[in-house]
């Protein structure tokens, strides 16, 4: 390999990790426009590097500064619901359409139906998620205080609200970081090394939408495992069944934080001041 190109392929890391990595300057840190430096410069040397890198670079930093166009607190007002739907939605269809309409390329897949039956293994992950979360979740929500990020629940209709919310956000999860972000940085990196630089971006939407104080700890491991469950898997139903019966969970216990008497199943549960 020439020394020109064996210093074009040393700059193809860094290019993606500028990407990847503002995304904790614009979600987590909050660092608004400058967190849009690392981005711009990410997507500009990965051109010069690659061109087919740039574009796909490209792609993933459309669909962050589309994400990062609202502010990702939750929000159950109709307004809100709104907003959420219209970003969210875009930051998966533009980079869909254009990958496919206009750079004809077929990187990033939906596979929804697969045509292969689940294996035991996959039934048992499964169970172990849900004791994971039903054990977990309530002391990392209520003992750390984040359930506050959420709002408050005014009746029946709030209720129904968040839980539409919670799973739709879900649904996106899979959608945009793992079939978007994912399968595009697949295509140039070695699969730990994608999946380590989605769960970047991964985990740093997660801490805006409020899963903060060590959440990390919880939504790290996440990221990276449902991103290797897609390539063991390649099954885009089977993920989001996993994250959606651990977004019950969360559903449950956000709903019993606010009101103690709903919900009430938690056995690691600690009391919630008001």
Do not use: K
């Amino acid at each position: 390999m020439s020394g020109r190109a064996s210093g074009s392929a040393a700059l193809r890391l860094p290019a993606a990790a500028l990407v990847c990595g503002s995304a904790i300057l614009i979600f987590a840190v909050h660092v608004r426009p400058a967190g849009y430096v690392p981005l711009v410069l990410g997507v500009a040397l990965a051109l010069l590097v690659d061109r087919r890198l740039g574009r796909d670079l490209g792609l993933v930093a459309l669909g962050i500064t589309i994400v990062s166009s609202i502010s990702l607190h939750a929000d159950l007002s109709n307004a809100g619901m709104l907003r959420f739907t219209v970003a969210l939605g875009l930051a998966v269809l533009v980079p869909v359409l254009l990958s496919r309409r206009a750079f004809h390329d077929d990187a990033i897949h939906f596979p929804v139906r697969t045509g292969r039956r689940w294996d035991r293994w996959q039934a048992v992950y499964l169970v172990a998620v849900a004791v994971f979360a039903y054990l977990i979740l309530p002391v990392y929500f209520l003992g750390s205080g984040v359930w506050r990020n959420w709002p408050p629940l005014d009746g029946p209709g709030d209720v129904a609200r968040l839980f539409v919310g919670v799973n739709a956000v879900g649904i996106w999860d899979e959608l945009f970081f793992i079939c978007i972000v994912l399968a595009l940085l697949r295509t140039h990196f070695p699969f730990w090394l994608a999946n380590l630089l989605q769960a970047t971006v991964f985990v740093s939407f997660l801490w805006e939408l409020g899963y903060r104080s060590w959440g990390p700890v919880l939504t790290i491991p996440f990221a990276l495992v449902q991103g290797w469950i897609f390539r063991r898997t390649t099954s885009l139903t089977y993920v989001v069944c996993v994250h959606l019966l651990f977004d019950l969970f969360v559903f449950m216990v956000l709903v019993h934080a606010h009101d103690a008497a709903l919900f009430d199943i938690f056995v690691t549960a600690p009391t919630v001041s008001p």
